[in-house]
């Protein structure tokens, strides 16, 4: 089973991963971790080596410094190939650490063609249930600090908090949108630990379910 989580940036889509994939393993079932970042990872992403020599930080600039539409064919590698990975894992749960929408709403507000953006994004392999964390793009500010990126910022070089306030709140507003009309499930960032017990009732209920749908 794939659980894509996904998010606005700050929302701790990370950390609430790696707490479910612990969680799982203590409940008895398999579990891994798939991100978009693992292209770092040579030995698991081989066709990704032309990355050597660049690390997060440095892609995270350049990512925003890239022209539309070859920004959103590059994001859309990265989100296909975590997606694929995920797909082709054997675990009884595998998490996709993000996934396409947050790239996907980020480059509809910066002018990248509609149809470019959809054709991508309904290229991604499937998974069985996608996980909005909503955080206010005001309190995303105030867990990030000043460890701010430029791409987060609206491709803003000089990372103007208030330039992410205004990014960020435009963002949500289309991810909001599109959990409503895709029938995501939207999980208020409030607190990691309310986070963490949603997910868990979340996952629960899916691996039962599967579980009894195999036992017939």
């Known amino acids: 089973m794939i659980i894509a989580l996904d998010g606005p940036d700050g929302a701790g889509k990370s950390t609430q991963v790696r707490d479910l994939v612990a969680w799982a393993r203590t409940e008895g079932h398999s579990a891994a971790v798939v991100g978009k970042w693992d292209v770092f990872r040579h030995d698991v992403v081989p066709h990704a080596r032309f990355l050597r020599g660049t690390d997060q930080v440095d892609l995270r600039t350049c990512i925003a410094e890239m022209p539309t539409p070859a920004r959103m064919l590059f994001l859309g590698w990265m989100n296909a190939t975590a997606a ?3 797909l082709e894992r054997t675990e ?3 998490v996709l650490d993000g996934y396409w929408a947050k790239h996907a709403a980020a480059e509809l507000l910066a002018d990248c063609p509609p149809d470019l953006v959809h054709t991508i994004n309904a290229t991604m392999a499937p998974v069985d249930s996608v996980v909005y964390l909503d955080v206010t793009p005001e309190e995303a500010l105030r867990r990030k600090g000043i460890d701010l990126a430029p791409y ?3 491709r803003d070089t000089g990372c103007s908090p208030a330039r992410f306030l205004t990014h960020q709140t435009a963002v949500r507003r289309v991810l909001l949108d599109w959990a409503r009309t895709r029938g995501w499930t939207v ?9 963490q017990h949603a997910l868990r009732d979340h996952v629960a209920a899916l691996l039962h379910t599967r579980t009894a749908v195999r036992q017939r």
Not at 187 to 195: E, F, G, T, W
């Open 187 to 195: 999980i208020p960032s409030d607190s990691r630990q309310n986070v």
């Open 152 to 154: 987060e910022c609206g």
């Open 84 to 86: 694929t990975r995920a």
């Open 92 to 94: 009884d749960l595998v």
